[in-house]
């Protein structure tokens, strides 16, 4: 009998599996990021694919693999930081300017 629980118990033990795993970065983005951010964009802030890929494995991805593809896609759409504004150009002055008319007196 109790080598029959056994084989029962150890027979119906169950793998856990990652949900996340085949979905493409976009519907993770929708899945779990969309209901607190509106958009992909600006969220990787410049980071290294790497830091950002760790920091998402740590708080909210389910598994490297989802970590590091969630990395990639909001790299891919992440917004370069502004540029400071760019003055336009003043026209270059000549080199060689008019002589001033001599007043005679």
Same mark, same amino acid.
């Given at each position: ?18 949900? *996340?795993?085949?979905?493409?970065p976009?519907?993770?983005f929708? *899945? ?25 494995? *740590? ?5 490297? *693999? ?27 002055r ?10 005679s007196?």
């Amino acid at each position: 009998m109790i080598v029959a629980a056994a084989a029962v118990l150890t027979a119906t033990v169950a793998t856990a599996q990652n949900l *996340d795993a085949g979905k493409p970065p976009a519907k993770l983005f929708a *899945d779990g990021c969309a209901t607190c951010h509106r958009s992909p964009r600006g969220l990787a802030k410049g980071r290294f694919s790497l830091t950002l890929a760790w920091f998402l494995k *740590d708080h909210y991805a389910t598994s490297s *693999d989802s970590a590091k593809a969630l990395a990639s896609y909001l790299q891919s759409v992440d917004e370069p930081p502004p540029r400071a504004a760019v003055r336009p150009k003043k026209p270059a002055r000549s080199a060689a300017r008019p002589a001033k008319p001599v007043q005679s007196q």
